[in-house]
C-alpha cells in the first residue's frame, strides 16, 4: 500500500510551477525575442491568425506546435510550456526597438552608414542636452 503523501506527489507540486495561460507566455517570449506574429508564423509555416489565436483566445499549448515554436523562439519546451523561466530574452521594451533595427540588415551598406550617422548625432545632441541641464542645477 503506498501512502497517501507520496514523495513523488509532494517533489512533483513543489517543481511544477506550470503558468496556466500559454497565450500570454507565447506572446511575451514572441516579443522578448523582437518578432512579429507574422514573423513568427513564417517560421513554422502558419497563418498569422493562428498565432494570433494561441496568444489571445487559448489557455492551452498546441501540442503539434511545441516544438516548432520552441525552435522558432530559440526556447526550450519546458519554457515554453512555463515549467521553467525562460532565459536570454530581451526587456520587452527593448524588443520593439530590436525588431525595428533588424530590418537595418535589409539595407544596403550606404543606407546602414546614414542611419547610424543620424542616430549617432541624436546621440551627441541628447548628451549635450544632458550636460547643459545638469549644469544649470
Known amino acids: 500500500m503506498i501512502p497517501k503523501t507520496h514523495g513523488i506527489n509532494k517533489c512533483m507540486k513543489n517543481e511544477l510551477k506550470v ?6 507566455r507565447l506572446a511575451q517570449i514572441r516579443k ?9 508564423a513564417d ?11 494561441y496568444e489571445g483566445e487559448t489557455s492551452f499549448p498546441p501540442a ?13 519546451t ?11 530574452t530581451l526587456d520587452p521594451k527593448l524588443a520593439a526597438l530590436w525588431r525595428r533595427l533588424k530590418v537595418m540588415e535589409t539595407f544596403s551598406e550606404k543606407d546602414k552608414k546614414t ?17 547643459t541641464s545638469t549644469a544649470k542645477r
Not at 32 to 40: D, E, R, S, V
Not at 43 to 53: D, E
Open 32 to 40: 522578448t525575442k523582437g518578432m512579429t506574429q507574422q514573423q513568427l
Open 19 to 24: 503558468e496556466t495561460n500559454f497565450g500570454k
Open 115 to 131: 542611419v547610424l550617422h543620424h542616430v549617432e548625432a541624436i546621440a551627441e545632441k541628447n548628451k549635450a542636452q544632458s550636460k
Open 78 to 88: 519546458d519554457e515554453l510550456l512555463g515549467i521553467k523561466e525562460p532565459k536570454g
Open 43 to 53: 517560421m513554422i509555416g502558419v497563418s498569422r491568425r493562428v498565432i494570433a489565436y
Open 64 to 76: 503539434h506546435l511545441i516544438i516548432p515554436l520552441s525552435e522558432a523562439l530559440n526556447v526550450t
